[in-house]
């Protein structure tokens, strides 16, 4: 089984700098449109069995868009959702940004993987769902040779990817990056997963 952990193009929430990891509030750019489109001729050769997509707005419409080109289904789940930040979600002022790295330094740099902002979630918590749903990835999928394609964020991505595939560390997530439609594509073997091909 392959996993192909592709990120959302780019959405109204991004160009107005604004917390948005609830809802259905935002949705593509035509930019992002665009980008989705791009992604989508790439990967017609991949053979896609299925998509998954996060539950938020701008996930959804860039698993519609890779779901109608390469001609498959796709679910809405709620394990890829974007971590939410709780009072701060719908903000973009400055003071709001930095208490969403202050957030984020606790988790990779001081492991205070227990902490989170008022009315969102700890590591922990994104944790526990992601890791039960890439579970049920394997238990479903593990043995065969399934290409699985999940769309979601790029928080997500940066916290969770280095616990799921081995050789993978925080700080290289960080430097590569997560742009708008990249894509991580992970084998499973029996030892876990291993890193493939990055692109975007």
């Not at 959405?11 to 989508?40: F, P």
């Not at 990967?43 to 996930?59: C, D, G, P, Q």
């Not at 227990?114 to 009315?119: A, P, Q, R, S, V």
Request: proline share 1%; net charge negative.
């Amino acid at each position: 089984m392959k996993l192909y952990f592709i990120r959302h193009g780019e959405s109204h929430a991004n160009t107005l700098h604004e917390i948005s990891n609830r809802g259905l509030r935002h949705g593509l750019t035509e930019r992002g449109r665009e980008q989705a489109l791009d992604l989508a001729r790439k990967l017609e050769n991949e053979s896609i069995w299925h998509i998954f997509s996060s539950r938020l707005l701008r996930a959804i419409e860039t698993g519609i868009i890779l779901a109608n080109y390469l001609g498959i289904d796709y679910d809405v789940v709620d394990a890829l959702r974007e971590y939410d930040c709780g009072v701060l979600e719908g903000r973009s002022d400055e003071e709001a940004w930095r208490t969403w790295q202050r957030l984020y330094d606790a988790w990779t740099i001081h492991k205070r993987w227990e902490e989170k902002i008022d009315g969102g979630e700890s590591f922990f918590d994104l944790q526990e769902r992601f890791t039960e749903f890439v579970r049920g990835l394997v238990d479903r999928y593990g043995a065969t040779e399934a290409h699985i394609l999940c769309v979601s964020h790029g928080g997500v991505y940066r916290m969770m990817l280095p616990l799921l595939i081995k050789g993978l560390d925080t700080e290289e997530v960080a430097e590569i990056g997560f742009g708008y439609t990249s894509c991580l594509v992970a084998e499973w073997h029996p030892t876990g997963f291993h890193l493939v091909e990055w692109f975007s």
